[in-house]
């Protein structure tokens, strides 16, 4: 078996004369931290998109654990265990932190989430949303309202219910972007604690995160891979300098 979780060759897409992403093969190790990084407008974005089919590519392969899932669709991408959080929180912010976590552990399951249903009938899955909060340090805020969390409490919490999936292969788009030092030291624990058995791949503009957590970084300019290789390898190559860390890109 090769050693590669994700894959993808020559993928490509164009929105009219735009070419958002051009030939990118990327291949990302299986329980490995990868990095995509670059300047905006760089292709990052939309090549999530490609990966979790927002979008069908123009052109190209993607391949996860060997098997082509170019022409799948996103909930069959999802149900293959390919999940992604997104840039802007996507918590119920009326409903409880433990709610929250046990919608997404209700989802793992098969089963719906029923409002009409009592409390009680739920609470089956509460030991293992209170040990997933407790895991991600979230176990003192469990009965708050999801929209009473700090900034970085919030993405905590959605990283949390990402984790309720269980997912092989966990997408996160600029998880730590916003937040304080201290909510960005919490989240980069938090990421490398859940990287244990799990393939991560990440867009991060933050680059002590990228040096402190990545194996492997790959930097598109673009849409096209400019680079690739451990953080001291990208860092140094002057193409990189003068495209991006030495652009004054945050």
């Known amino acids: 078996m090769s050693d590669c979780a994700l894959e993808t060759e020559g993928l490509t897409k164009a929105f009219g004369g735009f070419t958002a992403v051009r030939d990118v093969d990327l291949k990302v190790r299986r329980h490995a931290i990868h990095a995509l990084i670059g300047p905006n407008g760089a ?23 060997g098997l082509d899932i170019t022409a799948e669709s996103s909930a069959a991408i999802a149900r293959r265990g390919i999940v992604r959080s997104f840039q802007i929180s996507a918590t119920f912010p009326h409903m409880s932190v433990r709610d929250n976590v ?3 552990l209700q989802r793992r399951l098969g089963t719906q989430y029923r409002f009409w249903r009592s409390v009680r009938s739920l609470a089956v899955l509460d030991d293992e949303a209170m040990a997933l909060l407790a895991d991600v340090g979230l176990a003192d805020y469990a009965e708050a309202n999801a929209a009473d969390l700090s900034y970085g409490r919030k993405r905590t919490l959605e990283i949390a219910t990402t984790l309720a999936l269980d997912p092989p292969l966990l997408l996160l788009d600029e998880p730590t972007q916003g937040m304080a030092i201290d909510d960005v030291d919490r989240i980069k624990r938090l990421i490398r604690r859940i990287a244990v058995g799990r393939t991560i791949l990440m867009v ?3 680059m002590s995160v990228v040096a402190d957590l990545c194996d492997t970084i790959t930097v598109l300019q673009r849409g096209e891979i400019l680079a690739q290789g451990s953080y001291a390898e990208v860092s140094a190559d002057p193409a990189v300098k003068s495209a991006y860390l030495g652009g004054g890109h945050a």
Do not use: D, M, Q, S
Not at 45 to 60: D, I, Q, S, Y
């Open 43 to 65: 292709g990052k974005t939309t090549f999530f998109n490609l990966l979790t089919k927002v979008h069908a590519p123009t052109r190209g392969r993607i391949l996860y654990e």
């Open 102 to 104: 046990r919608v997404a």
């Open 204 to 206: 991060e503009h933050n």
